[in-house]
């Protein structure tokens, strides 16, 4: 379920002449029973609300007084937001003839004409107070408070997420909080500049437009909307026509594959940043610490401890957390159980919450392999809301898993390969791939069901390069498979290099045929491109490697001072 919220204004949207009609509440009352829950957002004060409306147990919170409080109708709890205004600057108000005035516990209101007293007065005493305008209704506020400052409290206290809010409204107050929630609607008698601005515009007025969105949550969560929502859409990058390719922030199950340091941490990335400014949550599964430097994610496990399912849920329960799940410390066989258990608890945290709105899975064959291990339940088909997963092939994940998959971007120099691959493990109806090879910074973009079913992207780079971290490739343990090995020209030796620290190390002690060995087949760049994935790290030592004037002793110290240059190693 993407949208567990809706927000609506009182009077003009749920409410006609002040009153709420009997099919209103009761479409309320189905929103209510399906799960969803109830926002009212007011500028009326609590007590003038009573007086009008008796059904404040249909709703969760209620924000009242623009913003200003918010109020818990199952306890009757009120928490005031902002200060009140001095009792002067109210005196000050009906001295200059002001009437009528409304005194709440932060807002004071009246009516126009009186906005330019009001100006005046509070332009006289100096004080940081803002004038909102509602229909008629002049409203004295704390600066910066609004109905969108109060729903957010609201959002908070639910452990939810305005990414995962409807909001519906009719008047110039209603912006600021339609503005953030990711869906807006207006009523058929909202003002122009709110129908103008909302994403949808309702074809009734009133509590009638109201029961119209509720229906249609109800009936597919508004996903016949979803073309109208593209001003929430993540950008992925352009076409060869310069027209941005976007993703849908809600239920992609996508692919991004290609051989090592063709480029997919580098869409991971980018998508992550773009996601994060944006707002919404993620967590992402990382099997070799690749995302240790990932900006505002907490990061759980590390090689000396194996993350569990409880600390990533209990971490992932709190608002707005993100969490990079370091998968380090988990032995490889024990990863597609963790992570079976792990989508499960997501399951029912986004159930509950909307949160995390993204999934990333990087090496996703080391937690949904290809051969599931015996024994074991079978791998989760398909999680609610978006997943990216990463792969350096497609016929290493589980075949049930690829077989949902909707959106596949491939990069690198097999686009072919790959196409067929995904085509032969998931029964997709692939083409031919348009060109051989994949250029730096392009991806072949292939989408079920798309009318253009095969699209060439340029990728929107991220502002910050991932920074390589010490943690795996200074000082943690590569697997075996991606080691360096120091064997020597006869093939007598079997010294392994784990990191690159225990890699100077025995480079600084083996002989040197061995070094040079290794060094003239190129074999130090081959392990910095493909292992250690840092391109150019491994273009600074290809030279050197080819350079026959540069002897062993020299040689090692080049090499040793471009590691260390990018690597900030421990003291001896």
């Known amino acids: 379920m993407r949208y567990l919220a809706l927000c609506t204004d009182y009077d003009g949207t749920i409410a006609h002449h002040g009153r709420v009609d009997e099919p209103t509440l009761e479409a309320l009352g189905r929103l209510r029973r399906s799960g969803r829950k109830l926002i009212m957002v007011t500028g009326r004060e609590i007590e003038d609300l009573r007086t009008v409306f008796d059904r404040f147990d249909l709703f969760e919170r209620i924000v009242a007084e623009n913003g200003a409080v918010l109020y818990r109708p199952a306890t009757r709890e009120m928490r005031s937001l902002a200060e009140p205004p001095p009792q002067s600057f109210v005196d000050a108000l009906r001295a200059r003839g002001v009437r009528p005035i409304s005194l709440g516990r932060s807002i004071v209101a009246t009516w126009e004409p009186h906005e330019k007293t009001v100006l005046e007065t509070i332009r006289d005493f100096g004080l940081e107070l803002q004038v909102i305008f509602n229909k008629g209704a002049v409203m004295i506020l704390p600066a910066g408070v609004n109905k969108a400052t109060g729903l957010k409290a609201a959002i908070e206290e639910l452990n939810l997420s305005l990414h995962n809010a409807v909001g519906v409204g009719d008047a110039e107050n209603d912006h600021a909080f339609l503005r953030i929630c990711e869906c807006s609607a207006a009523v058929a008698n909202a003002l122009p500049a709110v129908k103008e601005n909302a994403d949808i515009v309702l074809s009734a007025d009133h509590g009638a437009g109201v029961a119209q969105l509720i229906e249609e949550m109800l009936a597919d969560d508004l996903a016949q909307r979803e073309p109208a929502l593209a001003r929430r859409h993540i950008e992925l990058g352009t076409d060869e026509a310069g027209q941005p390719v976007l993703l849908s922030p809600y239920a992609v199950n996508a692919l991004i594959v290609g051989a090592s340091g063709g480029g997919k941490s580098t869409i991971a990335v980018g998508l992550v940043e773009r996601l994060r400014n944006a707002g919404y949550t993620f967590c ?289």
């Open 284 to 572: 992402i599964v990382d099997p070799e610490g690749d995302y240790d430097n990932i900006e505002g994610a907490v990061i759980v496990g590390s090689p000396e401890h194996a993350p569990t399912v409880e600390e990533c849920i209990q971490l992932l329960s709190k608002h707005d957390e993100n969490a990079v799940i370091n998968l380090l410390g988990l032995k490889l066989h024990d990863r597609p159980a963790f992570f079976l258990s792990l989508s499960a608890q997501l399951r029912d945290l986004r159930a509950k919450t909307g949160r995390p709105h993204w999934l990333i899975v990087d090496e996703a064959h080391h937690v949904t392999p290809e051969h599931w291990p015996p024994g074991e339940a079978a791998p989760p088909e398909r999680l609610d809301g978006v997943v990216v997963m990463i792969s350096v092939s497609p016929r290493l994940i589980a075949a049930n898993v690829l077989k949902n998959v909707d959106t596949l971007m491939i990069v690198g120099d097999r686009p072919g390969e790959m196409l067929r691959e995904f085509a032969e493990a998931s029964a997709a109806s692939v083409i031919s791939s348009p060109v051989g090879k994949l250029t730096d910074g392009t991806a072949l973009l292939w989408r079920k069901g798309a009318n253009a079913p095969l699209q060439l992207v340029r990728l929107t780079p991220g502002r910050t390069e991932r920074r390589r971290h010490l943690r795996k490739y200074a000082e943690g343990e590569l697997p075996p498979d991606r080691s360096f090995y120091f064997r020597g020209p006869e093939g007598k030796l079997k010294l392994r290099a784990h990191n690159l620290i225990l890699f100077l190390d025995l480079a600084d002690g083996v002989d040197d045929e061995t070094w040079l060995y290794h060094l003239r087949r190129g074999e130090v760049s081959q392990w910095l491109r493909d292992s250690i994935k840092d391109e150019s790290l491994a273009a600074e030592v290809a030279p050197i490697e080819r350079d026959i004037h540069v002897d062993s002793a020299m040689s090692r110290r080049k090499i040793r001072a471009l590691i260390e240059e990018r690597y900030t190693l421990p003291a001896a």
